[in-house]
T-cell receptor
């Protein structure tokens, strides 16, 4: 079982829809990252969370440490939101800062 | 633009060869991380350097090595290349490298194709 599980793997929606992508993890963490990867391959960091909720524009990320679960929401989705969204965690063991990644959610927003 | 640069963007080489990938972190960032993204394994952490010293190792093969120089740029050396080493290699940087929660900024990646 992967340490970081994302759902759904693929999601196709219509422009304007509210989108939710889920991430569950099985290890203790000190931080959780949401990343966006466009078809060209570049990775952009969207959020880093250790508790609560963060909002940036139409994107909202939440985390529940007790339930080991995080969600990424996109409001008023737009075709330019089409990308792969990747959840990654940093373990709480100390020392190593390398991230452990989920397999990503491939999102397509149709006009 | 994250401020992290990687060269080259694309690299095509043959099995058995050796290549070097280069990364320059954002100005002021002391930590450099290397990640590999392949179709079957997804994104995997390879290795981290902090201010010139190796900080942590992930799933890095013995055929691979890295170093961070005094000017903080880093190089990832891949030797005895195999077809399965074909992947996107990302470098990321952050301000520090301890147990704190630091944002990581990703470079554009180097696409390696081994033929």
């Amino acid at each position: 079982k992967n340490e970081v599980e994302q759902s759904p793997q693929n999601l196709t929606a219509q422009e304007g829809e509210f989108i939710t992508i889920n991430c569950s993890y099985s290890v203790g963490i000190s931080a959780l990252h949401w990343l966006q990867q466009h078809p060209g391959g570049g990775i952009v960091s969207l959020f880093m969370l250790s508790s609560g909720k963060k909002k940036h524009g139409r994107l909202i990320a939440t985390i529940n440490i007790q339930e080991k679960h995080s969600s990424l929401h996109i409001t008023a989705s737009h075709p330019r939101d089409s990308a792969v969204y990747i959840c990654a965690v940093k373990g709480s063991g100390g020392g190593a800062d390398g991230l452990t990644f989920g397999k990503g959610t491939h999102l397509i927003i149709q006009p | 633009d994250s401020g992290v640069t990687q060269t080259p963007k694309h690299l095509i080489t043959a099995t058995g060869q050796r290549v070097t990938l280069r990364c320059s972190p954002r100005s002021g960032d002391l930590s450099v991380y290397w990640y590999q993204q392949s179709l079957d394994q997804g994104l995997q952490f390879l290795i981290q350097y902090y201010n010139g010293e190796e900080r942590a190792k992930g799933n890095i093969l013995e055929r691979f090595s890295a170093q961070q120089f005094p000017d903080l740029h880093s190089e990832l050396n891949l030797s005895s290349l195999e077809l399965g080493d074909s992947a996107l290699y990302f470098c990321a940087s952050s301000t520090a490298g301890g147990t704190g929660r630091y944002e990581q900024y990703f470079g554009p990646g180097t696409r390696l194709t081994v033929t």
